[in-house]
T-cell receptor
């Protein structure tokens, strides 16, 4: 079974731009979560989707948004990029609505210049 | 200006020795715990998990111990190998959070020396 796939692997953007990151969960997994990882803050929860519905949200500004499609694939968007948004963005999937075990992708490394 | 990052504790272990990585958690209501391993350039990889109704669980070369009295979790790696060099994170699930949200610790850098 293929793991969680995130694209692109690396991104370089400038301040003020917007970016869209993509995540394909493990086949059969319906829950997708997003995390931001930085050296300063560690791993921080962004949001979680199940059956195209956002069920949970972390403490990030509204510039961070996401969505999930009917095939469970998910995207997250960051608008009006700031230097502090530079981070590794990780997507994780789990098998059903109650499963707590998360399986992570390799992430998208975003650099904002 | 100078950036301030999380200071990762480092555990230096000789190849073949056993490693013990410790983690303190804060919420006594947390009922599920996971250990992840993150190698450079990769996402966190699941190692082992444990529920709060257990105090020990074993996997292949790894053992997790849970002490709810002092809110402490540990990961023991037997016969540590060079491939075990990575950052190890403990994560907890709090019933009030749930749904995809795990609280991660700062991590421990494990360096395996020959």
């Amino acid at each position: 079974k293929a793991g969680v796939t995130q694209t692109p692997r690396y991104l370089i953007k400038t301040r003020g731009q917007q970016v869209t990151l993509s995540c394909s969960p493990i086949s059969g997994h319906r829950s997708v979560s997003w995390y931001q990882q930085t050296p300063g803050q560690g791993l921080q929860f962004l949001f979680e989707y199940f059956s195209e519905t956002q069920r949970n949200k972390g403490n990030f500004p509204g510039r961070f948004s996401g969505r999930q499609f009917s095939n469970s694939r998910s995207e997250m968007n960051v608008s009006t990029l700031e230097l502090g948004d530079s981070a590794l963005y990780l997507c994780a999937s789990s098998s059903d609505r109650w499963e707590e075990k998360l399986f992570f992708g390799s992430g998208t490394q975003l650099s904002v210049l | 200006g100078e950036s301030v990052g999380l200071h990762l504790p480092t555990l230096s272990v000789q190849e073949g020795d056993n490693s013990i990585i410790n983690c303190a958690y804060s919420n006594s209501a947390s009922d599920y715990f996971i250990w992840y391993k993150q190698e450079s350039g990769k996402g966190p990889q699941f190692i082992i998990d444990i529920r709060s109704n257990m105090d020990k669980r074993q996997g292949q070369r790894v053992t997790v111990l849970l002490n709810k009295t002092v809110k402490h979790l540990s990961l023991q790696i037997a016969a540590t190998q060079p491939g075990d060099s990575a950052v190890y994170f403990c994560a907890e699930n709090r019933p009030t959070d749930s749904w995809g949200k795990l609280q991660f610790g700062a991590g421990t850098q494990v360096v395996v020396t020959p």
